[in-house]
C-alpha cells in the first residue's frame, strides 16, 4: 500500500487527464480503459496535483475554498488513485 506523506508531491501520471465533460457537466477522470466520475472535490484535489505542490499545500489550499478539509480524508483519496497509477509522488 502505498504511502502518501504532508511533504509528498503527488502528480497525474502521463497516461491519465482530468476534464470536464460540458454535457454532463462532470469531472472525469480518463485512463487507458477506464473513466471515472469525479465530484467537485475529487477534481479540486487533482486540479492541484502538479508535482510542485505538497500534500500539506494542497490540503492549505483546499483550505482557502472549502470550509472543512481533513488532511486524512486528502491523502486517502490520493492513495487510492497511486494504487490505481493514477498518480505518482515525489517525495521531499
Known amino acids: 500500500m502505498p504511502v502518501v506523506h504532508p511533504s509528498s508531491r ?10 470536464f465533460d ?3 457537466e462532470q469531472h472525469l ?3 487507458p480503459e477506464a473513466v471515472s466520475v469525479l465530484n467537485p472535490t475529487g477534481a ?5 496535483c502538479d508535482g510542485q505542490r505538497s500534500v500539506a499545500e494542497i490540503v492549505q489550499e483546499l483550505r482557502g475554498r472549502y470550509e472543512h478539509v481533513a488532511p486524512g480524508d486528502v491523502a486517502q ?8 497509477r493514477y498518480l505518482e509522488v515525489r517525495d521531499a
Open 22 to 24: 460540458r454535457v454532463r
Open 29 to 31: 477522470l480518463l485512463a
Open 44 to 48: 479540486a484535489i487533482l486540479e492541484l
Open 10 to 19: 503527488p502528480e497525474l501520471t502521463s497516461h491519465v487527464r482530468v476534464t
Open 77 to 84: 483519496f490520493l492513495t487510492r488513485l497511486i494504487g490505481k
